[in-house]
């Protein structure tokens, strides 16, 4: 029997908390070495116009604690029907572009973060650690915080969409 780790129950629900270990996580899981590998190749990326990626810690932080990890969320969801999710930066490689437009959108920089529904919309991350989703009917903010954003993924929440403003 696994001894109750107080720190898990309290930051995640009890369902992100089973799903998220179910992918692979736990408590204290810290991969520095690969998250600096992923931060390393998206700085020596330039797409073909020139646009580089913005690396900053609240992204290199999310790519240590759950990097790699492939969710699949259970259930019908909340308010929509949940995707799996991949927390894999190289998802957002070759989207140079893309992230600098969002940043400026929104004023701050934006990493790749993963992908959602295998390759259907990109995880970003933002220098403040909030979380977006990028999909072909919209950008989409899913949390404040990359937990927050892991709950509103793996429960079905609606996310809220961004307005041309960047609200």
Known sequence: MRAFDRTAATRFSVAVDAT????????????????????????????????????FPAAVEAWAEFGGLEVQPPGAGRQIAPTPFRI???????????????????????????????GQALLTIDAEGRVYSLDHTGDWFLGADLDAALATLITGLLPQRLSRSGA
Do not use: N
């Not at 700085?43 to 580089?52: D, M, N, T, V």
């Open 20 to 55: 998220l270990r179910e992918a692979g996580w736990q408590p204290g899981r810290w991969d520095i070495r690969q998250a600096e590998v992923w931060a390393d190749t998206l700085r020596a990326h330039e797409s073909p116009g020139g646009h580089r990626h913005r690396v």
């Open 88 to 118: 894999d930066p190289m998802s957002g490689l070759h989207l140079s572009r893309t992230l600098a437009d969002l940043g400026r959108a929104l004023g701050t920089e934006v990493a790749p973060l993963g992908e959602e529904a295998h």
